[in-house]
């Protein structure tokens, strides 16, 4: 302790004689400049604390940790004019070196992280930057703090709400809201704050917004996280949806007036059918009568005539059936399900060829095509195709009918090709209008609504059909059962 000892030390007014206007000076400047450097710790903590969104806010602490340890040696100065402690006034500069120190190294390393800070200017340009943004946007945009106040707008709030500026700055946002809503707003704007992400406001709600005169719209709002500084804030995109539910409105009563003009068409059709059917059916069977029990009585000419008035009933009467099964399909809604579409052609296929077992007909059927789709309406398209590939390859010796799959980057292919009559590729799109024929009725049997009916109901499961051939050299048909870019 002896090394640390101060005795017979005199104190440091001896060295100014004791000569009392210098002792006053340096007694009255050393208190001032203590008492200005332990002020300002107070006055930084005091800014640290308002200023929460400062980057670096613990080098302002050692900035003040310094500054006091320079105080406390000034006051150390006034101490030892009258008190020789001159090893503790010693230690009071050793601190304030070491704090110095240390705060001109973290100074320096600082100094990159402090040069890359944007100046004011940079700031200025980047909140024009975001007003201009603002302004361009197509809806209405509010920003909205934690506490739920608008922080800024652009003019569409202005328009959309009839609001100034000035009326909504620093307002709660629940003020463009409609009353019922607000205290309800307030729990989930609370919510929204605890978990920000992008999301829509109010999923599966319907919202409505609510103007300066009290009037109530329809909105849709999206809401966007906004990290800053100065805290979190939400981005509110308003969009009045006004007119779009006008116009779903007017869909719907549109729908609903041609659902029930369909459903009446429908039982007229059905109506018509039945009242057509019982004459038809009484002309083939009158006709028929005719030729079993007068017969003997009707020369070769009288017989054709009454042969001819049977198969023209019959042929009306199919007619009838194929309009009716066309309005069936062109409504039904596909029940979708895994169906084995290479094993329903082959059950088609043999049914064919149980009708006309005399033909030679090859027959390639694709093994294990699965889709996903409505096994009853799809048995008519297989029905028609196929039909229509065994009637057409009616007069060949030998002919070839094969089902298959092209599998590419887009919806599978399926396709029916024969080696059968063929037809004039420039009439392709008469194809698949209801009785629209290529070939003359003497020629090849048939209604002309087969192919439309296949059409209808690949189109209601969202694909499409198409057709390629030549006259004489085959058809294939070729259709798919989902939208073109879905797999």
């Not at 007694?27 to 604390?49: C, E, H, K, N, Q």
């Not at 906004?226 to 009045?240: M, P, Y």
């Not at 009725?441 to 002309?448: A, I, L, Q, V």
Request: glycine residues 10%; proline residues 6%.
């Amino acid at each position: 302790m002896s090394a640390f000892s101060t005795a017979g030390m005199m104190p440091h007014g001896h060295c100014y004689l004791w000569d009392p206007g210098l002792v006053r000076l340096h007694v009255a400047s050393d208190v001032l400049i203590a008492g200005a450097y332990l002020s300002i710790p107070f006055t930084l903590a005091y800014f640290v604390r308002r200023r929460r969104d400062l980057p670096f806010p613990w080098i302002f602490l050692c900035f003040g940790l310094f500054i006091t340890a320079c105080g406390a040696t000034h006051v150390m100065e006034v101490w030892t004019l009258w008190h020789p402690d001159y090893w503790a006034s010693g230690l009071v500069k050793a601190f304030t070196a070491a704090v110095s120190l240390t705060t001109a190294v973290l100074l320096v390393r600082l100094m990159p992280k402090a040069l890359a800070l944007p100046s004011p200017q940079d700031l200025s340009e980047s909140e024009t930057r975001f007003r201009v943004l603002l302004e361009s946007a197509p809806d209405a945009m509010v920003l909205v703090d934690g506490g739920g106040a608008v922080c800024d707008l652009n003019s569409q709030v202005e328009r959309l709400f009839g609001y100034a500026r000035g009326e909504l700055l620093g307002r709660p946002v629940e003020l463009l809201m409609p009353e019922r809503f607000r205290q309800g707003h307030v729990a989930h704007r609370a919510g929204y704050f605890g978990e920000p992400r992008q999301r829509p406001m109010g999923a599966g709600m319907e919202l409505f917004g609510r103007r300066k005169d009290g009037s109530e719209f329809p909105v849709e709002i999206s809401l966007s996280p906004l990290k800053t500084g100065r805290g979190a804030f939400a981005l509110s995109a308003v969009r009045d949806i006004s007119a779009r539910k006008e116009t779903e409105a007017a869909l719907r009563r549109s729908m609903a007036d041609a659902d029930a003009a369909y459903k009446e068409l429908e039982t007229f059709s059905y109506s018509v059918a039945h009242d057509l059917r019982a004459p038809l059916r009484k002309i083939d069977a009158y006709s028929q009568a005719l030729l079993d029990d007068y017969g003997g009585r009707f020369d070769a000419q009288g017989t054709d005539f009454l042969q001819r008035l049977r198969r023209a009933s019959q042929t009306m009467a199919q007619l009838i059936d194929a309009l009716l099964n066309l309005a069936r399909v062109a409504r039904a809604e596909p029940r979708r399900e895994e169906v084995d579409l290479g094993a329903l052609a082959r059950s088609v296929a043999e049914g064919l060829r149980e009708g006309d077992p005399a033909r030679k007909v090859e027959l390639v059927v694709a093994d294990g095509v699965m889709v996903q789709a409505d096994p009853r309406l799809l048995k008519d398209v297989m029905e028609n195709l196929l039909g229509n590939a065994w009637k057409f390859t009616g007069r060949r010796p030998r002919a070839r009918i094969e089902f298959g799959v092209l599998r590419g980057p887009g919806p599978a292919v399926y396709f029916v090709r024969d080696d059968g009559a063929g037809f004039d590729p420039a009439y392709a799109r008469r194809l698949f209008s209801p009785f629209e024929r290529l070939h003359r009725p003497g020629e090849f049997p048939g209604s002309g609504i087969g192919l439309a009916t296949a059409q209808r109901i690949v189109q209601r499961h969202g694909g499409r059909m198409w057709a390629e051939g030549a006259v004489n050299r085959g058809a294939a048909f070729f259709f798919t059962l989902e939208p073109e870019g879905e797999r």
